[in-house]
């Protein structure tokens, strides 16, 4: 079956980086492209950034654009995001998805907390 | 990149049938076919129950339905039962960006 297993989150101060993982399984990952949402606690959802199939094309919110960078590893079948300048607004459960079609988001995993404090 | 617009709650019955609607632009839920919606329990992570406007994936109910009319898209959720108790998200593409809404609370009393 479809696994998806976020890894990475922690507690880092603002300015610093971290770096997010998505291990998938369960389905060809190299078919299908990915998407990374959060959740900051008790809000919405929000999309963050998703990246093609065949990585030629990747999207960001504007609220990361510039800071965050989404990328995959086929070999690997991983995906990432590349976290720098840190804000406490980018505090979050950060989850990784499989495009369904078209900006479907198909969630597998249980997402990984990130905390920005000083 | 707006936030689609979504009422803060609703509420209905068990047995009944309630609407959810999600309002957005001909830039996201106008221009293209594919909204897609997401229901959340507390503490779980989302789950998608109907993608490109009206299909569901396969394991949820035929109780789930979709419709979109404009700029505005609805989920129906017919015959309700006390476990459709969550949060649902509307979310739109965008031509390449992705957008969701705000999110409303589902009470099932």
């Known amino acids: 079956q479809v696994q998806l297993v976020e890894s990475g989150g922690g507690v880092v101060q603002p300015g610093r980086s971290l770096r997010l993982s998505c291990v998938a399984s369960?389905?060809?990952?190299?078919?299908?492209?990915m998407h990374w949402v959060r959740q900051a606690p008790g809000k919405g959802l929000e999309w963050v950034a998703d990246i093609w199939h065949d990585g030629s094309k990747e999207y960001y919110a504007d609220s990361v654009r510039g800071r965050f960078t989404i990328s995959r590893d086929d070999s690997k079948t991983t995906l990432y995001l590349q976290m720098n300048s840190l804000r406490d607004e980018d505090t979050a459960v950060y989850y990784c998805a499989r495009d369904y079609s078209y900006g479907s988001k198909d969630f597998r995993g249980q997402g990984t907390p990130v905390t920005v404090s000083s | 990149q707006s936030a689609l617009t979504q009422p803060r709650s609703v509420s209905e019955s068990p047995g009944q049938s309630v609407a959810i609607s999600c309002t957005g632009t001909s830039s996201d839920v106008g221009g293209y076919n594919y909204v897609s919606w997401y229901q959340q329990h507390p503490g779980k992570a989302p789950k998608l129950v109907i993608y490109d406007v009206t299909k569901r994936p396969s394991g949820v109910p035929d109780r789930f339905s979709g419709a979109k009319s404009d700029n505005t898209a609805s989920l129906i959720i017919s015959g309700l039962q006390i476990e459709d108790e969550a949060d649902y998200y509307c979310?739109?593409?965008?031509?390449?960006?992705?957008?969701f809404g705000g999110g409303t609370k589902l009470t099932v009393l």
């Open positions: 369960g389905y060809p990952f190299r078919n299908y492209g």
């Open positions: 979310s739109s593409f965008a031509g390449g960006p992705v957008v």
